[in-house]
């Protein structure tokens, strides 16, 4: 008996990929913060944080822990400033308002006593 199907030889064997991860752990995106800011503070700046910790996740996510790095940092420095600008603003507007509220009663304490009640 002979055999009908022609003898195949098996492929050659395919190269192997080894990837080595970098020891150590990610670095922190600090995405929490920067949606917190974001939400909760002074919504522009903390839309750039978000986005400063998007783009640190996607370092990590591509093995680049160094700019992932960068990115959460900078992330945890705009997320900072978003929550530390509206508390300089209330107290910049309150230093208005007190300043104008005290030009107004002295104008009208001056008005009073100049007032000739005759």
Partial sequence: MTNVYPQTQSPPPQPQVVVVQQGGVAPQT????????CLCFFW????????KANEADKCIGRGDFEGGRRSGEAAKKW???????????MVVA?????IVFAVLASKAVASVQT???N
């Fill in 30 to 37: 600090n995405a929490v913060l920067a949606w917190i800011s």
């Fill in 44 to 51: 522009p700046i903390g839309l750039v944080a978000v986005l």
């Fill in 79 to 89: 997320a900072i400033a978003a929550i530390v600008t509206p508390i300089v603003l």
């Fill in 94 to 98: 309150g230093i208005i308002y007190y």
């Fill in 115 to 117: 007032f000739d009640w």
